[in-house]
């Protein structure tokens, strides 16, 4: 098993930038493909940007393409999403996810390990 750990969401202005972080620990994050997922009040999870076990492959919604990055550190066993030019309609919770399985998995029912969420708002 591996478990996860969000951190860096906070209170932010439209516009601004923001790094998201998540730790993971237990079994070698190497072994995991990692997504990020959010879900603002009201709403579905929804899928956000994923990588793949080594790094070399990353997937993003129509969304945030352009705006935000997903990158990790497996020697650091962290997941990383940079998050550029905010807007009031990322506001959410953002959870961090794992899944053993390879392919471009943005379905939330590919991720069977969860972080616990951080809040991300974003004011205009």
């Known amino acids: 098993q591996v478990q996860l750990v969000e951190s860096g969401g906070r209170l932010v202005q439209a516009g601004d930038s923001l790094r998201l972080s998540c730790a993971a620990s237990g079994r070698t994050a190497s072994n995991y493909a990692m997504g990020w997922f959010r879900q603002a009040p009201g709403k579905e999870r929804e899928f956000v940007a994923r990588i793949s076990k080594i790094g070399g492959a990353t997937n993003y919604d129509d969304s945030v393409k352009g705006r935000f990055t997903i990158s990790r550190d497996n020697a650091k066993n962290t997941v990383y999403l940079q998050m550029n030019s905010l807007k009031p309609e990322d506001t959410a919770v953002y959870y961090c996810?794992?899944?053993?399985?390879?392919?471009?998995?943005?379905?939330?029912?590919?991720?069977?390990?969860w972080g616990q969420g951080t809040q991300v708002t974003v004011s205009s």
């Open positions: 996810a794992a899944t053993p399985l390879g392919g471009t998995q943005t379905n939330r029912a590919s991720y069977g390990y």
